[in-house]
């Protein structure tokens, strides 16, 4: 079945550290390669579309959009090359960028998104790209499959929680796998229902 | 040289998952005995004295001990076997136990304890015990030599911190190891002075 997947990197005291982290640079500033690279390649697999919060496609800056013509952090060819849906409570038309991405903008809420990401990706995955509060968001309504943390030993003191907001919501986790490497553990659960 | 070394099982969420934890059943309920058995030896090798906050000792109940008969939650024989010194407002002569174990009331704050702690110590490394309260005075005072957490996948909501109250105390940590068993992930760190 096509799973809800979600990679974090957070701080050894429970901060999201979503700041400097990109496709290119999945740990943030200070990843290393390594045993940590068969983590992001395998974090790449099998996903066939993604859901977005807004915050992690764009500044936010006066107007619906601010800059109607902006198109992400990404350059015209994004590393996304699969659908992406972009949550946000401003309407805009799809965006088409080179190499198979493409920005659709969702409205209508956090389960109309995954369930237009998982029609288009075709029975693969969908992977979660976070910020924070999207990922609280789906964790809360029981509609993330797997969540994969990468801790590292920083303590950031300040910051967005990962698994805050979760009002009443029973979330049950069940440990996959742990795998050490350099200056980070990557800790992968699944959702138990 | 004598290391002060503190092991504490949190949930994934972050909260000092200390209420059911002891020396017998280390991880708090749950606790499997497989590669966190290996741990759980190691945790027990070359100390030869502890720290521990008041809480961790016995119940608040009033008046300065409440009960000047109490001597611990362990029994005549406590899984120590070494002096063990507790941190208090409330001066009491020191309790000598079966198997070794002696409580030493310490009442001029965390650096005298961890000074008599590594004198009784004898040259091997003293325990930090906890709670979550005095672990983090021990780390905000750059006192703390080595960490090792034990990570389960619950998510606790509410509870203490390890990394809270830590001020303007610039702490500095280094992954050391990442163990995986079942249902926890060991991870240890060391403080970077």
Request: aromatic residues 8%; contains cysteine.
């Amino acid at each position: 079945m096509s799973k809800l997947r979600c990679h974090i990197t957070i701080s050894l005291d429970g901060f999201v550290a979503g700041a400097n982290q990109s496709e290119e640079n999945p740990l943030g500033e200070g990843g290393e390669v390594n045993e940590s690279a068969r983590i992001f390649e395998e974090s790449r697999e099998n996903i066939g579309a993604a859901v977005m919060g807004r915050n992690m496609f764009g500044p936010v800056h006066g107007g619906a959009w601010g800059d109607e013509q902006w198109t992400g952090w990404w350059g015209d060819n994004p590393p996304y090359h699969y659908p992406v849906f972009i949550l946000t409570h401003h309407p805009r038309d799809p965006v088409e960028m080179e190499g198979g991405t493409t920005f659709h903008f969702v409205t209508d809420g956090i389960e109309s998104a995954l369930e237009q990401a998982r029609k288009a990706a075709g029975g693969k995955d969908v992977m979660l790209w976070g910020g924070a509060n999207v990922a609280q968001q789906y964790l809360a309504a029981g509609l993330l499959d797997e969540l994969e943390l990468h801790i590292v030993p920083v303590l950031l003191g300040d910051g967005a929680r990962l698994f805050h907001n979760l009002g009443d919501a029973k979330v049950q986790l069940e440990q996959v796998r742990a795998v050490e490497a350099p200056g980070v553990t990557h800790l992968k659960y699944r959702t138990v229902t």
